[in-house]
């Protein structure tokens, strides 16, 4: 009982010197410094790859509509399917690659690493607007980070859409949990047009387009509330 009560005071203590260590901003900074060395150690090698046939052909190399940010390609985006998905944000962010270098695989690579970096540091953000605790943010940031499951997203230029749509979905519920401290909790109940809310609507629909799989988060929403 003496060596549960010691074990459980340690961790406590631990944990208590983990949150205040995360408490400067100098810290905070350190820490996304070290995620982004960590994603670049796993996935760097995915920097390098090229194109591959499944997919990569239909959305990039072979799809017309990829290929330069024109007025043309941007209606095309917006009214034709890939043509199981309607993902127009998707192919327009294929468009500014194709853009800037063509069809460079480096660069769509680069993107794709970039999004789920974003994905990672979003995680932090919603898991401590839930739970109010820096440690767990964390932690569960970087077991997203590593996990395997992400690596096809990532590491694949056609999981654009998936990656892409990670960011969105995270940052609306972010918005959506997100509470000005400066007013009361009724007056940001009832202020459903603030500009936490609009932030969570406006990044709801940039998902959709990105890629319908989205939809559910409405429900999301009302089970995390």
Same mark, same amino acid.
């Given at each position: ?18 949150? %205040?260590?995360?408490?400067? %901003? ?6 996304? &410094?070290? $995620? !982004? +060395? ?12 090229? /194109?591959?046939?499944?997919?990569? !052909? ?7 509509? &990829? #290929? ?5 390609? @941007?209606? !095309? ?9 309607? @993902? ?5 962010? /294929? ?5 800037? #270098? *063509?069809? =460079?695989?480096?660069?769509?690579? =680069?993107?794709?690493?970039?999004? #789920? ?6 995680? +932090? ?9 820096? $440690?767990?943010?964390?932690?569960? &940031?970087?077991? /997203?980070?590593? #996990?395997?499951?992400? $690596? ?7 999981? %654009? ?13 972010? +918005? ?6 400066? %007013? ?8 459903? /047009? *603030?500009?936490?809310? +609009? @932030? ?5 629909? =940039?998902?959709?387009?990105?890629? $319908? ?7 999301? =929403?009302?089970?995390?509330?």
């Amino acid at each position: 009982m003496k060596n549960f009560i010691s074990n459980s005071c340690i961790i406590r203590s631990t944990l208590i010197r983990m949150d %205040r260590l995360f408490s400067s %901003r100098k810290n905070v900074l350190l820490w996304i &410094a070290g $995620v !982004a +060395a960590l994603l670049l150690l796993i996935y760097g090698v995915s920097l390098m790859n090229g /194109f591959v046939v499944w997919d990569d !052909a239909l959305l990039v190399t072979q799809n017309p509509i &990829a #290929h330069g940010l024109t007025w043309a390609n @941007i209606k !095309a985006a917006f009214t034709t399917y890939d043509p199981e998905l309607y @993902i127009p944000l998707t192919l327009l962010s /294929f468009q500014i690659n194709y853009t800037l #270098h *063509g069809l =460079l695989p480096f660069g769509y690579h =680069l993107v794709n690493l970039l999004l #789920h970096f974003g994905s990672v540091l979003l995680i +932090a953000w919603v898991m401590f607007l839930m739970t109010k605790n820096k $440690v767990a943010a964390i932690v569960a &940031a970087l077991l /997203f980070a590593v #996990h395997p499951i992400n $690596v096809e997203a990532v590491a694949w230029v056609s999981g %654009r859409k998936d990656v892409l749509t990670a960011v969105f979905f995270l940052l609306s519920v972010g +918005a959506f949990l997100k509470k000005d401290p400066e %007013r009361s909790e009724t007056e940001t109940k009832n202020d459903r /047009f *603030g500009l936490w809310y +609009a @932030i969570s609507i406006v990044s709801f629909i =940039l998902g959709l387009l990105a890629k $319908v799989s989205i939809v559910s988060l409405p429900l999301i =929403l009302v089970l995390i509330t």
